[in-house]
């Protein structure tokens, strides 16, 4: 069954510095989201993406992110100088329809 | 902003009892959706419900979706170890931006 994969599972890095984290949608999706979940609480949305835009952004969603679908299979998200509160678990998450897959995620670590 | 409540936070049943959880959203929603999210797992999509008043069974999931589209509950009957997790709902109104609730964390004791 397709499934969608993110790298690296685990990123530790330094206050200020930044991080990309990858992610490799359902191969015939349209629709691509990245959501963060700080630990033991729920799952925020963070951007939505369509058509090689950003359709829809929350408010967490400032100008240090940013999102990218470099070569047409990979969606990225950026995070331009990481802050301690950035320490959360990044899903990637793509859809066709209306069921959207998650990944298994990126645990970032800010220090 | 748009916000969905969702209760019970936490929920410990011996097994074979019930749970419910219950997702409340301050503006009418286009259609929700119900997550299951195990201990260090990821969100794993259940159902999605459209209709208003719409039910929808799952074995021993029950779905509801409130007549006014604000409201929803998933109900387990009988609960099983395998129950245990994480139930998210997510609520989304016409565009693309997808609200979840906070959770209702389902521990079950054998």
């Known amino acids: 069954e397709p499934e969608v994969t993110q790298t690296p599972s685990h990123q530790v890095t330094q206050m200020g510095q930044e991080v990309i984290l990858h992610c490799v949608p359902i191969?015939?999706?349209?629709?691509f989201y990245w959501y963060r979940q700080i630990l033991g609480q729920k799952v925020e949305f963070l951007v939505s993406f369509y058509n090689n835009e950003i359709s829809e952004k929350s408010e967490i969603f400032d100008d240090q992110f940013s999102v990218e679908r470099p070569d047409g299979s990979n969606f990225t998200l950026k995070i331009r100088s990481t802050k301690l509160e950035d320490s959360a678990m990044y899903f990637c998450a793509s859809s066709s329809a209306e069921t959207q897959y998650f990944g298994p995620g990126t645990r970032l670590l800010v220090l | 902003g748009q916000q969905v409540m969702q209760i019970p936070q936490y929920q410990h049943v011996q097994e074979g009892e019930d749970f419910t959880t219950y997702c409340n959203s301050s503006?009418?929603?286009?259609?929700i959706q119900w997550y299951k999210q195990r201990p260090g797992g990821h969100p794993v999509f259940l159902i999605q419900l459209v209709k208003s008043g719409e039910v929808k069974k799952q074995k021993r999931l029950t779905f509801q979706f409130g007549e006014a589209k604000k409201n929803s509950s998933l109900h387990i009957t009988a609960t099983q170890t395998t129950d245990v997790g994480t139930y998210f709902c997510a609520g989304r109104r016409n565009n693309n931006d997808m609200r979840f609730g906070a959770g209702s964390r389902l521990t079950v004791k054998p």
């Open positions: 503006t009418t929603l286009s259609n």
């Open positions: 191969s015939n999706h349209l629709y």
